[in-house]
């Protein structure tokens, strides 16, 4: 019996549903398709993420699609970030998963608890989709044009400054925070903590949660954090990830000021009295 090959190509005959179906197989070829395209590039793939680490930098691109609202036509869409590799160590430390210090650098990707990396720009394509491995070379030859892009926006600028004026910052605080301190800015990442949790400047309920916050990062900044034996992530799947290449737990990132949270705290009892 010859078996019917499954389609990915969406045609007006079929239901918008079987249309859908052939958008996602589509896409998940491309993805699949990415891994000997890749292969010695120095990108690697985990799931819809591509990757790669540069030194002090983490190259991130996420790769979705399905169809056209109409579901005639393939979509495909990759969009890439960066990060320094030092913020996701801070944020873990800061919440007391120190086990994902020892994940592989995929976690930085997939982890649940990740900082997200820093957006620099987006393809998308909705013409043209048939053939599954050209459309893997397209994109991956966008995200290595992306790539560069983000080379260019990190070179002459702090990342601190990337962030803030990134046109969806509010979106970026921990990645904000933990770029701060990873640039020895520690002061300043405790003072955007507790600003980003004022209310009209008033000693309030959110007060307590910045206080708290605050000094979880506090502690990853005075080398004083440990560890709470847990660890939370998953891949896009909602799959647990495990296993992988140690990464070294970073140093001590010294802070000019380590009592500033005690400063905070002390201002904060005065303003209510």
Same mark, same amino acid.
């Given at each position: 019996?010859?078996?019917?090959?499954?389609?990915?190509i969406p045609s007006p005959e079929m239901t918008l549903y079987q249309r859908q179906r052939c958008g996602q197989r589509f896409r998940d070829q491309t993805i699949k398709c990415l891994?000997?395209?890749?292969?010695?590039s120095g990108w690697n793939r985990k799931s819809a993420w591509v990757f790669r680490v540069e030194g002090d930098w983490y190259l991130t691109a996420f790769v979705t699609g399905g169809t056209t609202s #109409? $579901?005639?036509?393939?979509?495909?869409?990759?969009?890439l970030g960066i990060k320094?590799?030092?913020v996701d160590p801070i944020n873990w430390r800061a919440k007391g998963l120190h086990e994902n210090l020892k994940k592989s650098p995929s976690f930085r990707s997939s982890a649940a608890f990740k900082v997200p990396a820093l957006p620099i720009g987006k393809r998308q394509w909705s013409e043209g989709l048939i053939d599954v491995a050209e459309a893997s070379k397209t994109v991956f030859n966008a995200t290595i044009e992306l790539a560069e892009e983000a080379r260019i926006a990190v070179k002459d600028k702090r990342f601190s400054q990337l962030v803030a004026e990134h046109e969806h910052a509010k979106k970026y605080h921990a990645l904000k925070w933990a770029s701060l301190i990873a640039e020895g800015q520690g002061e300043r990442a405790i003072e955007s903590i507790m600003a980003h949790y004022a209310v009209?400047?008033?000693? #309030? $309920?959110?007060?307590?949660?910045?206080?708290?916050?605050a000094a979880d990062y506090q502690r990853v900044i005075d080398g004083t954090d440990q560890s709470e034996y847990r660890t939370l992530a998953t891949d896009i799947f909602g799959n647990p990830v495990i296993d992988g290449p140690v990464l070294q737990n970073p140093e001590v990132i010294a802070a000019n000021h380590p009592s500033l949270l005690a400063r905070l705290n002390a201002a904060i009892r005065g303003a209510g009295k």
């Amino acid at each position: 019996m010859t078996q019917t090959s499954i389609k990915i190509i969406p045609s007006p005959e079929m239901t918008l549903y079987q249309r859908q179906r052939c958008g996602q197989r589509f896409r998940d070829q491309t993805i699949k398709c990415l891994t000997p395209l890749i292969k010695g590039s120095g990108w690697n793939r985990k799931s819809a993420w591509v990757f790669r680490v540069e030194g002090d930098w983490y190259l991130t691109a996420f790769v979705t699609g399905g169809t056209t609202s #109409d $579901g005639l036509s393939n979509l495909l869409e990759v969009e890439l970030g960066i990060k320094p590799m030092a913020v996701d160590p801070i944020n873990w430390r800061a919440k007391g998963l120190h086990e994902n210090l020892k994940k592989s650098p995929s976690f930085r990707s997939s982890a649940a608890f990740k900082v997200p990396a820093l957006p620099i720009g987006k393809r998308q394509w909705s013409e043209g989709l048939i053939d599954v491995a050209e459309a893997s070379k397209t994109v991956f030859n966008a995200t290595i044009e992306l790539a560069e892009e983000a080379r260019i926006a990190v070179k002459d600028k702090r990342f601190s400054q990337l962030v803030a004026e990134h046109e969806h910052a509010k979106k970026y605080h921990a990645l904000k925070w933990a770029s701060l301190i990873a640039e020895g800015q520690g002061e300043r990442a405790i003072e955007s903590i507790m600003a980003h949790y004022a209310v009209d400047g008033s000693a #309030d $309920g959110n007060y307590g949660a910045a206080i708290s916050i605050a000094a979880d990062y506090q502690r990853v900044i005075d080398g004083t954090d440990q560890s709470e034996y847990r660890t939370l992530a998953t891949d896009i799947f909602g799959n647990p990830v495990i296993d992988g290449p140690v990464l070294q737990n970073p140093e001590v990132i010294a802070a000019n000021h380590p009592s500033l949270l005690a400063r905070l705290n002390a201002a904060i009892r005065g303003a209510g009295k």
